[in-house]
Structures are given as C-alpha cells and as structure tokens.
C-alpha cells in the first residue's frame, strides 16, 4: 500500500479552467484527464489524502460518483470548498479539518490551508497543503500537493523530496 497526497482538484469547476490556467478545452477533458492520471497514480488498495476543494459546483450524489471512480482509500481534509454534504459522503474513509499523520517514515501535518508555523516543524514534520495552486513560496519541510504543481495527479512523499 502507498500513500498519496493531492488537493484542489475542483472536478466540475468551469472556473477553475482559466483562474488556474489548467491546459484543458473543457470541463468534461480536465474531469477525464484527472481521473486517468489519479488512477494510472493510485492503486485500489493504495491511500489519498485529498487536502480539500474536491469538486466545486456538483451535487453529492455527483460528488459520491466521482469518488467511486478513483482508486483507493480516499481521505478528505476539508477546504473552503467541500461543502457538508461532499464532505460527509460515505465513499470517503475519513473526513476532518486538519490531521497529523506519519506517512513514509516522516511526520505531516496535513491541512487545506497553508501555515507559516505548525506542529514540530523544528522537529522535521512537514507540512502538507492545498489551496494556494502554486502561489505561495514554500516554508522548508512544507509543500503544496495540489494538482496544478502536481501534473495534475496525486503524489508521495518520495517525489516532493525529489522535485
């Protein structure tokens, strides 16, 4: 089993196709492209925790769909954008604000949001996030797992310590 990370994949976000400037002609080709990179990444019995802003302007039975197509456990740490009923759909295997888990041998405190201090981070624990969609300069021992500086799939740890 592996565990992956991404956030702010905004399936059914017409807007997110221009604010984000994501390299696809519609709606219908980002949905299709991430769910063919999630899981040519992500194996069913792998793990993804997903750091928020899953789907934007979708219903939660739509929502509940779009989860059963992706491989693996999925865990949800909720951003701006999940709304309750996204966010308490049963096809996710956890849901919360903000989690620290240990992932691959290091420490993560795992949130939506970025933070400019948080949990032992002078202990190396990371600090993994969403939402800034590559705008925001890192912290060291901090990175944005979200699709747009992530080729658009989910990742490991072993490959932000790489890039």
């Known amino acids: 089993m592996a565990i992956f990370f991404?956030?702010?994949?905004?399936?059914n976000h017409a807007g997110a196709l221009a604010l984000y400037r994501r390299p696809f002609a519609s709606v219908r080709e980002m949905n299709a492209a991430m769910i063919q990179r999630w899981n040519?990444?992500?194996?069913?019995?792998?793990?993804?925790?997903?750091?928020?802003d899953f789907a934007l302007k979708t219903e939660a039975a739509d929502a509940a769909i779009l989860l059963r197509m992706l491989?693996?456990?999925?865990?949800?740490v909720q951003g701006n954008n999940d709304p309750p009923d996204i966010a308490g759909l049963p096809e996710w295997t956890s849901s919360q604000p903000y989690i620290e888990i240990?992932?691959?041998?290091?420490?993560?405190?795992?949130?939506?949001?970025?933070?400019?201090?948080?949990?032992?981070?002078?202990?190396?624990?990371?600090?993994?996030?969403?939402?800034?969609?590559g705008?925001?300069?890192?912290?060291?021992?901090q990175a944005d797992v979200g699709v747009d500086v992530?080729?658009?799939?989910?990742?490991?740890?072993?490959?932000?310590?790489?890039?």
């Open 6 to 11: 991404t956030a702010d994949t905004h399936f």
């Open 150 to 163: 992530r080729d658009f799939r989910p990742i490991r740890l072993a490959e932000l310590h790489r890039g």
């Open 40 to 52: 040519a990444t992500v194996g069913p019995d792998d793990e993804v925790w997903h750091l928020g």
């Open 135 to 141: 705008r925001l300069k890192p912290l060291p021992r």
């Open 102 to 133: 240990e992932a691959d041998g290091h420490r993560a405190v795992l949130c939506h949001f970025a933070f400019r201090t948080w949990n032992a981070m002078k202990k190396g624990t990371l600090n993994l996030h969403g939402h800034s969609h």
């Open 71 to 76: 491989n693996g456990r999925k865990h949800l």
